[in-house]
């Protein structure tokens, strides 16, 4: 009765985690298979129970020897844990939590042993984990520019011709942009998952399990090129339902080549070890019953104080919109002799890089001209931000030729500096890019990690992105220093009001 008391108020505890995302089956595992973010732990967490199904025996067998000072030792962190996770609406911590409590459960019944049986449930269950959304903007970036360059590689090596800018392929009369969803990285994470569950299954051990689950997110990118030179030769590609059934059949494709090598390695390797079958515990005495009742009771009582928490807490509420300015009102139009007109973003580039509020300028005086871009941030949105290296680039297609470091006046502050360049072509721009109400990559992943900024403790401004550009002459010197005066001096124009944008109103200045 106890046993079943713990299960029923494990599933009222963690019932958030069960949540789909979207009620249709079929959407759901796309998303799985092919969205760059994740979809809910709901898939995650149903492997897991079924591996700890699958230990089931081998728990029974152990014999009991219970440890409080373990269980405890991991039980009692899950409780902040939980109080933080539920305060700040952040689910995926919940997972460490979790984790907390199935390997204490296991210490209070079985003592230190079962952690070791509880050890792959429990490490599984990081899949359920959302990547940290700085760290995805930059490897989903990454994993473009990586994929378009293997894909032109591939389409050389056919005897086709092609070029590659940044993250486009170039042919004769066909543009093919490798945008995030192509880019990999889903499949990379399904394809890691199903290596655990072919280890798991098979009972590699030792260093066979290690190159099969490493190798599989180098699999998967090799096989994700294939998608990609698919989808530029297939002409029906367009389509919806082929471009899905595309990605499924090389997701296969990939599963099998993973089967092969691990065929090759049960002949190469040593091979495996049947597991020993532990024998019987010996029949419980009182003193173990004693104890298997304790730790139920404990665990129970941790169970019911995650049960409260999750009825008691307050939760954190995001602060009214109605308290933000918006940014295109607080950037004149018109400043220094500089008017503007306003621009199209170029947002099937950016993916999943969102913002709150954006502008998107070219501003003109005389014969001259810069493009102002800022991508004001959404704080109280743990699952997006407005850092990511695609906010340095005008759009599609352009590539960096050249890069260094400059420090701009009145402020002194110090920005990245760019020559870049569209296609294969002659167009030039010269882009200065840097980041505003943030401290840096560490900052962001630590804020990411804890839902700071879902929580009383958020920073004072919203993120921004910056970008500043003008058109850059023929290679040469003195093209490039007339630009870099002129982004300069439009710096200094709009560095008063840029100090405006990201605080709430009345906290400006």
Not at 83 to 95: N, S
Request: charged share 20%; net charge positive; with cysteine.
């Amino acid at each position: 009765m106890l046993a079943a008391l713990a299960l029923i108020l494990a599933a009222i505890a963690y019932r958030a985690l069960f949540e789909i995302a979207n009620p249709d089956l079929g959407q759901e595992i796309e998303g799985l298979l092919f969205n760059s973010t994740s979809t809910g732990p709901v898939v995650v967490l149903v492997i897991a129970i079924w591996l700890l199904y699958r230990r089931w025996d081998r728990l029974r067998r152990l014999p009991r020897r219970t440890s409080f000072g373990l269980g405890l030792g991991l039980l009692l962190p899950s409780v902040p844990i939980y109080a933080w996770a539920t305060y700040t609406g952040a689910t995926d911590l919940l997972i460490p939590a979790l984790m907390l409590n199935l390997l204490g459960f296991g210490a209070l019944l079985w003592g230190a042993p079962a952690l070791q049986v509880l050890f792959l449930p429990t490490v599984f269950l990081l899949f359920a984990m959302k990547l940290p959304v700085p760290l995805l903007n930059q490897l989903l970036w990454k994993l473009q520019i990586w994929t378009a360059d293997y894909t032109g590689f591939l389409l050389s090596q056919l005897g086709m011709l092609n070029s590659v800018a940044g993250d486009q392929i170039m042919r004769p009369g066909q543009k093919f942009a490798i945008i995030e969803t192509c880019a990999g990285l889903r499949s990379a994470e399904s394809l890691s998952m199903l290596a655990v569950l072919m280890v798991d299954l098979f009972r590699r051990r030792g260093l066979h399990a290690l190159i099969l689950v490493a190798i599989a997110p180098v699999l998967a990118f090799g096989v994700n090129g294939l998608r990609a030179l698919t989808l530029i030769l297939n002409p029906h590609s367009e389509i919806v339902a082929i471009h899905n059934l595309q990605g499924i059949a090389m997701l296969l494709v990939g599963l099998l080549t993973l089967y092969l090598i691990d065929g090759v390695l049960d002949r190469i390797l040593t091979h495996r070890v049947p597991r020993p079958v532990p024998a019987p515990s010996a029949t419980p005495s009182a003193s173990t019953d004693s104890s298997a009742l304790q730790g139920l009771v404990t665990a129970s009582a941790v169970l019911a104080v995650l049960v409260g928490l999750s009825v008691t807490l307050p939760r954190w509420e995001p602060p009214a919109r109605g308290s933000l300015p918006f940014p295109d009102s607080q950037v004149p139009k018109q400043l220094s002799g500089w008017t503007s007109s306003p621009l199209d973003t170029d947002l099937e580039f950016l993916g999943i890089v969102l913002f709150r509020a954006r502008v998107d300028r070219l501003y003109q005086r005389g014969g001259e001209s810069v493009r102002l871009f800022m991508g004001v941030g959404r704080r109280e949105r743990r699952e997006v931000s407005p850092f990511s290296p695609k906010t340095a680039f005008p759009g599609s297609g352009w590539w960096v030729e050249e890069t260094w470091g400059v420090r701009l006046e009145p402020d002194g502050r110090e920005v990245r500096a760019s020559v870049m360049r569209y296609g294969k072509g002659t167009q030039r721009r010269l882009v200065f890019d840097w980041a505003e109400g943030t401290r840096g990559q560490a900052d962001e992943l630590l804020r990411f990690l804890i839902a700071l900024d879902q929580s009383r403790w958020a920073r004072p401004r919203e993120g921004i992105a910056v970008r500043i550009s003008t058109e850059l002459g023929d290679k040469g010197q003195s093209p490039r220093a007339a630009a870099e005066t002129r982004l300069r001096d439009f710096y200094g124009a709009i560095r008063p009001s840029l100090a405006l944008v990201g605080f709430p109103r009345g906290q400006g200045g």
